[in-house]
């Protein structure tokens, strides 16, 4: 009785309410029954929306519920083409890297999207998906609850271009692509015909599935698929209502930047109206085949064939204790398949760490993130004892590592730029994530008898762009022992520096090789401390191989500084190369081929005969030059300190809001800007606006707003008719912007050239301080030499004196 009473009441009460009927102040028994009902409003919403987003996962995770899936090229942001695998489902459209449908790209959610073909002078056909309010297109999460995607290259936020490979295949996703976008999904959910979610398909939608996966669809087919479709109920689309388009990226999408397909320079010739015009970047691809040997001493040791022991000792009998050996020729089979420029790049599997090490606070804290990632580079060894190609001269490489956390890249650039004495000099820069690396390499060897020597006398110099911090580091020599007899085994050896003197840190390494009388323990040892000023912070211990341990002095703690466990192997960075058939003459991989597919075929007389093919014609090219001295592409000698330097070094802290992208091209890594470059806080634009906006406000025209560029019009906000004079002022007008645009491109150039003139003043001070540095050091020598003559000058007066004394008085 109460209950019903307690329904009448409060229909009453809502009924009072729906009619504007002022009411009393409603009694606790009304406002307990609106509590209730609200509460079971709130329920039946949230289970209806896990509801339907239970049934849109269903659907986009049931592998038979695809309308059309193929390979298609998509355009990135930098005008590259990427090859990638497309699966259209109802309502959306997903890309992965493979058919596998592991590598998940990302998702277009359709039902914000039209679809328009779009001319193209390449082969195939273009079609494109864009939002017509420049919104993005992209979902945030992926259809299995992926927040990232697999990496590949950046592409647009608010379109997509398309490429399929032919008219009749394009024709095909154009026809799927306008069903999918007139009906956001092809089945109809019927929730109280069973268990919550379940999905029952009608004849009509079971029709529609049968046909579309079917392929290729006829003409007949797609007219019926269009009909039906039509005739369909339509389901809402609500797969990420519930987020906010501000927290898609508008131009970077988060589903990463790794080439999973191959990136081509390929690009249509008309630029789109939705983009400026991009760089045309160099075209990287993810390397797939790599050698690295497991930890220990075990992957360091060479048993060598009766056959090559031969080899060996006719080599042995050319050679004597202390003699270098860079102008001996080897034999191939103790050769690595690769350059020594490519080698070089093994230390930046882990730049991620130096991108890291760039946000640390303090200066201890860095130079330890530093010392991290040095360590980084020593795991990744050849199995047994090899040793790399000897680079020609004028031989480059390039790589490059990119970095999903930051969506930034490293670009690694390489290049001999001497032979005699062989000096390779190489380049690392990721200006996004703030540091750059620069140095050149010496390579010595040196024979002992039944041991030799690989010394690389050089320098590195990793500056932190943002803080104007620079870390001088030194490389270990390799040390081989075992040729005359016992075990052929490789090590490394000798103390190596790390140093900054602005902040006064230092990092002190020893790579210790293995006693006579030591165990495996004792193999591939490590110790060394981390001073700031002259106090120490912590020593280090470990096997450069395996785990380093560091021991904090103040606290007293031990952590592991680096550890390459399994699990830290698979997180490091995939390093993309050049297609061969797109690289230079003169680059490694197509320079050193032949060699390499004969070593990688066990066939050594192949191997020596095409080594020789290119030993030969280095020497023939050494011989036409003659006297004429060789002149890098890339680098060039500093005249001072004698150090090589990269020719486009570009070392100014990157600007978010200026900068766009960093990009490599022949070998030129450099980035691409915005248009309207600031200047002093403000843009060019936004001077000549406000400059301009008092010449008008002068005049007798009234307007509501003004152009904020040149290239914009001006439009009158009056209700009134413009006097008849607005036709001058408005060629006024475009006389002025023609004229100010002119003096734009003037600032611009002033601009450059006070940055050209304070990059030679840099130069000249860095050369002084260098010249100052050197006369310093030849007074002292100087002087101490003085000082030594003037000693034995006196010595031998007193000498005299003492032999005169003796003399007279016996």
């Given at each position: 009785?109460?209950?019903?009473?307690?329904?009448?009441?409060?229909?009453?009460?809502?009924?009072?309410?729906?009619?504007?009927?002022?009411?009393?102040?409603?009694?606790?028994?009304?406002?307990?029954?609106?509590?209730?009902?609200?509460?079971?409003?709130?329920?039946?919403?949230?289970?209806?929306?896990?509801?339907a987003a239970k049934e849109l996962s269903t659907a986009l995770k049931d592998p038979s519920v695809v309308i059309m899936s193929n390979w298609l090229k998509i355009r990135g942001s930098l005008k590259s083409w990427t090859k990638l695998w497309c699966a259209l489902r109802p309502g959306v459209l997903l890309i992965y890297k493979t058919p596998k449908t592991d590598h998940w790209v990302g998702t277009i959610l359709l039902s914000a999207c039209k679809l328009i073909e779009r001319p193209s002078k390449k082969d195939g056909f273009c079609f494109k998906l864009y939002h017509p309010l420049d919104k993005s297109i992209w979902a945030v999460k992926g259809p299995k609850g992926e927040n990232v995607g697999s990496i590949t290259q950046p592409l647009p936020s608010n379109y997509l271009i398309f490429r399929a490979a032919s008219e009749s295949d394009g024709r095909c996703w154009m026809d799927a692509l306008e069903l999918a976008l007139s009906s956001s999904t092809l089945y109809k959910t019927a929730p109280k015909a069973g268990k919550e979610g379940d999905i029952s398909m009608t004849s009509e939608s079971s029709h529609l599935l049968q046909l579309l996966q079917t392929s290729p669809l006829t003409d007949t087919e797609l007219q019926q698929l269009n009909e039906s479709s039509l005739l369909g109920n339509h389901m809402?689309?609500?797969?990420?209502?519930?987020?906010?388009?501000?927290?898609?990226?508008?131009?970077?999408?988060?589903?990463?930047?790794?080439?999973?397909?191959?990136?081509?320079?390929?690009?249509?010739?008309?630029?789109?109206?939705?983009?400026?015009?991009?760089?045309?970047?160099?075209?990287?691809?993810?390397?797939?085949?790599?050698?690295?040997?497991?930890?220990?001493?075990?992957?360091?040791?060479?048993?060598?064939?009766?056959?090559?022991?031969?080899?060996?000792?006719?080599?042995?009998?050319?050679?004597?204790?202390?003699?270098?050996?860079?102008?001996?020729?080897?034999?191939?089979?103790?050769?690595?398949?690769?350059?020594?420029?490519?080698?070089?790049?093994?230390?930046?599997?882990?730049?991620?760490?130096?991108?890291?090490?760039?946000?640390?606070?303090?200066?201890?804290?860095?130079?330890?993130?530093?010392?991290?990632?040095?360590?980084?580079?020593?795991?990744?060894?050849?199995?047994?004892?090899?040793?790399?190609?000897?680079?020609?001269?004028?031989?480059?490489?390039?790589?490059?590592?990119?970095?999903?956390?930051?969506?930034?890249?490293?670009?690694?650039?390489?290049?001999?730029?001497?032979?005699?004495?062989?000096?390779?000099?190489?380049?690392?820069?990721?200006?996004?994530?703030?540091?750059?690396?620069?140095?050149?390499?010496?390579?010595?060897?040196?024979?002992?008898?039944?041991?030799?020597?690989?010394?690389?006398?050089?320098?590195?110099?990793?500056?932190?762009?943002?803080?104007?911090?620079?870390?001088?580091?030194?490389?270990?020599?390799?040390?081989?022992?075992?040729?005359?007899?016992?075990?052929?085994?490789?090590?490394?050896?000798?103390?190596?520096?790390?140093?900054?003197?602005?902040?006064?840190?230092?990092?002190?390494?020893?790579?210790?090789?293995?006693?006579?009388?030591?165990?495996?323990?004792?193999?591939?040892?490590?110790?060394?401390?981390?001073?700031?000023?002259?106090?120490?912070?912590?020593?280090?211990?470990?096997?450069?191989?395996?785990?380093?341990?560091?021991?904090?002095?103040?606290?007293?703690?031990?952590?592991?500084?680096?550890?390459?466990?399994?699990?830290?192997?698979?997180?490091?960075?995939?390093?993309?190369?050049?297609?061969?058939?797109?690289?230079?003459?003169?680059?490694?991989?197509?320079?050193?081929?032949?060699?390499?597919?004969?070593?990688?075929?066990?066939?050594?007389?192949?191997?020596?005969?095409?080594?020789?093919?290119?030993?030969?014609?280095?020497?023939?090219?050494?011989?036409?030059?003659?006297?004429?001295?060789?002149?890098?592409?890339?680098?060039?000698?500093?005249?001072?300190?004698?150090?090589?330097?990269?020719?486009?070094?570009?070392?100014?802290?990157?600007?978010?809001?200026?900068?766009?992208?960093?990009?490599?091209?022949?070998?030129?890594?450099?980035?691409?800007?915005?248009?309207?470059?600031?200047?002093?806080?403000?843009?060019?634009?936004?001077?000549?606006?406000?400059?301009?906006?008092?010449?008008?406000?002068?005049?007798?025209?009234?307007?509501?707003?003004?152009?904020?560029?040149?290239?914009?019009?001006?439009?009158?906000?009056?209700?009134?008719?413009?006097?008849?004079?607005?036709?001058?002022?408005?060629?006024?007008?475009?006389?002025?912007?023609?004229?100010?645009?002119?003096?734009?491109?003037?600032?611009?150039?002033?601009?450059?050239?006070?940055?050209?003139?304070?990059?030679?003043?840099?130069?000249?001070?860095?050369?002084?301080?260098?010249?100052?540095?050197?006369?310093?050091?030849?007074?002292?020598?100087?002087?101490?030499?003085?000082?030594?003559?003037?000693?034995?000058?006196?010595?031998?007066?007193?000498?005299?004196?003492?032999?005169?004394?003796?003399?007279?008085?016996?």
């Amino acid at each position: 009785m109460e209950e019903t009473m307690t329904s009448t009441t409060t229909v009453q009460s809502e009924s009072r309410m729906f009619n504007g009927v002022e009411k009393d102040c409603p009694s606790p028994t009304e406002k307990l029954a609106r509590k209730e009902s609200l509460k079971v409003q709130k329920q039946n919403y949230r289970q209806e929306k896990k509801r339907a987003a239970k049934e849109l996962s269903t659907a986009l995770k049931d592998p038979s519920v695809v309308i059309m899936s193929n390979w298609l090229k998509i355009r990135g942001s930098l005008k590259s083409w990427t090859k990638l695998w497309c699966a259209l489902r109802p309502g959306v459209l997903l890309i992965y890297k493979t058919p596998k449908t592991d590598h998940w790209v990302g998702t277009i959610l359709l039902s914000a999207c039209k679809l328009i073909e779009r001319p193209s002078k390449k082969d195939g056909f273009c079609f494109k998906l864009y939002h017509p309010l420049d919104k993005s297109i992209w979902a945030v999460k992926g259809p299995k609850g992926e927040n990232v995607g697999s990496i590949t290259q950046p592409l647009p936020s608010n379109y997509l271009i398309f490429r399929a490979a032919s008219e009749s295949d394009g024709r095909c996703w154009m026809d799927a692509l306008e069903l999918a976008l007139s009906s956001s999904t092809l089945y109809k959910t019927a929730p109280k015909a069973g268990k919550e979610g379940d999905i029952s398909m009608t004849s009509e939608s079971s029709h529609l599935l049968q046909l579309l996966q079917t392929s290729p669809l006829t003409d007949t087919e797609l007219q019926q698929l269009n009909e039906s479709s039509l005739l369909g109920n339509h389901m809402e689309h609500d797969g990420s209502s519930d987020k906010s388009e501000r927290e898609i990226h508008d131009d970077w999408d988060t589903t990463g930047h790794e080439n999973g397909g191959r990136l081509t320079e390929e690009s249509d010739v008309e630029h789109s109206d939705e983009m400026s015009p991009g760089p045309k970047a160099t075209a990287y691809v993810e390397q797939v085949t790599e050698e690295m040997a497991e930890a220990g001493e075990a992957s360091q040791v060479e048993t060598v064939s009766e056959e090559n022991k031969g080899l060996i000792w006719g080599l042995l009998k050319q050679l004597r204790p202390g003699m270098d050996l860079s102008k001996v020729v080897l034999p191939t089979f103790i050769l690595e398949p690769r350059s020594f420029l490519d080698k070089l790049s093994d230390y930046y599997y882990h730049a991620d760490l130096l991108s890291q090490a760039s946000l640390e606070e303090s200066a201890y804290g860095r130079i330890k993130q530093v010392l991290r990632w040095y360590l980084s580079g020593f795991y990744k060894k050849p199995k047994g004892l090899k040793k790399p190609y000897n680079p020609i001269l004028g031989e480059t490489f390039r790589c490059c590592w990119l970095h999903p956390q930051t969506n930034s890249c490293t670009f690694y650039i390489a290049e001999q730029v001497s032979h005699h004495p062989p000096i390779s000099a190489f380049y690392v820069c990721n200006r996004k994530d703030g540091f750059c690396i620069s140095g050149s390499i010496l390579a010595k060897s040196k024979f002992y008898g039944n041991s030799l020597s690989a010394i690389l006398d050089g320098r590195a110099r990793l500056l932190f762009l943002s803080r104007d911090e620079e870390y001088v580091i030194t490389m270990p020599y390799a040390h081989c022992k075992g040729i005359l007899y016992g075990t052929m085994t490789l090590e490394l050896g000798g103390k190596v520096t790390i140093e900054c003197e602005k902040m006064k840190c230092y990092a002190e390494l020893e790579f210790k090789l293995k006693p006579f009388l030591g165990g495996a323990g004792s193999v591939n040892q490590i110790s060394g401390k981390i001073m700031m000023g002259d106090e120490l912070m912590a020593t280090i211990d470990g096997h450069w191989d395996s785990e380093v341990f560091i021991q904090e002095k103040r606290s007293g703690q031990q952590e592991t500084l680096w550890n390459p466990t399994q699990e830290i192997r698979s997180r490091r960075l995939k390093r993309q190369v050049v297609q061969l058939d797109q690289q230079g003459e003169f680059e490694s991989e197509r320079l050193w081929q032949h060699v390499t597919s004969a070593i990688l075929d066990r066939d050594q007389v192949r191997a020596t005969q095409e080594k020789f093919v290119l030993e030969e014609a280095q020497r023939r090219e050494a011989k036409e030059r003659g006297e004429r001295a060789w002149i890098p592409k890339l680098f060039q000698q500093d005249p001072v300190t004698s150090e090589w330097t990269y020719i486009h070094l570009d070392t100014r802290p990157w600007d978010n809001e200026a900068c766009l992208v960093q990009f490599e091209k022949d070998g030129v890594i450099q980035t691409q800007e915005k248009i309207h470059r600031r200047h002093n806080g403000l843009s060019y634009s936004h001077t000549w606006t406000r400059q301009h906006k008092s010449e008008i406000n002068g005049k007798h025209r009234k307007t509501s707003s003004q152009p904020s560029t040149c290239s914009q019009n001006t439009e009158s906000s009056s209700t009134t008719p413009e006097p008849t004079h607005e036709s001058s002022d408005n060629e006024g007008f475009s006389t002025q912007c023609a004229r100010c645009s002119k003096e734009v491109k003037d600032i611009a150039v002033i601009e450059a050239s006070i940055t050209s003139i304070q990059k030679t003043q840099q130069d000249i001070q860095r050369n002084l301080v260098a010249l100052s540095r050197q006369l310093s050091r030849q007074r002292a020598t100087d002087d101490s030499t003085s000082l030594t003559g003037r000693h034995c000058l006196i010595l031998c007066v007193l000498l005299l004196s003492q032999l005169l004394l003796n003399y007279v008085f016996t």
